[in-house]
């Protein structure tokens, strides 16, 4: 009897022609879901073309006698809210500030690594990090005021500095 059932399961699900029939129509639908989601006419634009995208890619889950139009909308939700949280951590990552006042902690204020670090509340590595790419923007900074000054010709590539450890100076 359980192979007649999962014969059967297989017998109703939906073949890629019937993506077309069933799914496009709801395409506005999704589109306008994306336009309140988004409120930006572009991003929507995109999220609606990704939806559809993974509709086509996973029409083999959609069951048939559901509501499709929901199960494009949740599809679309959830592209979403997994775009908006990777944004937030990538802003986050990238903050300028947090490589300053790493910076100003460790060479102004005669902070030790371990100090920069219980002070922020993140790990001495995520301080090297910032230190790190502080120290890049700087080496940045000189080497195009160096080329404006005439001390370094265009297309000179930048000199290669070893990174300042625990306990060193610059």
């Not at 995109?46 to 069951?63: G, S, V």
Request: aromatic share 8%; charged share 30%; with cysteine.
């Amino acid at each position: 009897m359980r192979a007649t059932m999962e014969m059967s399961d297989d017998a109703r699900r939906p073949s890629t022609s019937d993506f077309e029939t069933e799914a496009m129509r709801f395409i506005p639908n999704v589109a306008r879901y994306a336009r309140l989601l988004t409120r930006d006419e572009a991003d929507a634009d995109d999220l609606t073309q990704e939806t559809c995208l993974r509709a086509y890619q996973n029409w083999n889950t959609f069951r048939p006698g559901t509501d499709c139009r929901k199960w494009l909308c949740t599809i679309c939700r959830s592209i979403y809210l997994r775009d908006r949280q990777r944004s937030q951590r990538f802003v986050a990552l990238e903050n300028p500030e947090h490589d300053v006042t790493a910076t100003r902690q460790l060479y102004i204020e005669g902070r030790s690594y371990a100090d920069a670090a219980a002070i922020a509340g993140v790990p001495i590595g995520t301080i090297r990090s910032r230190l790190f790419r502080a120290r890049r923007l700087l080496q940045e900074a000189l080497l195009e005021h160096a080329r404006d000054a005439g001390l370094v010709a265009d297309g000179e590539p930048a000199p290669e500095f070893e990174a300042a450890g625990e306990g060193t100076s610059i």
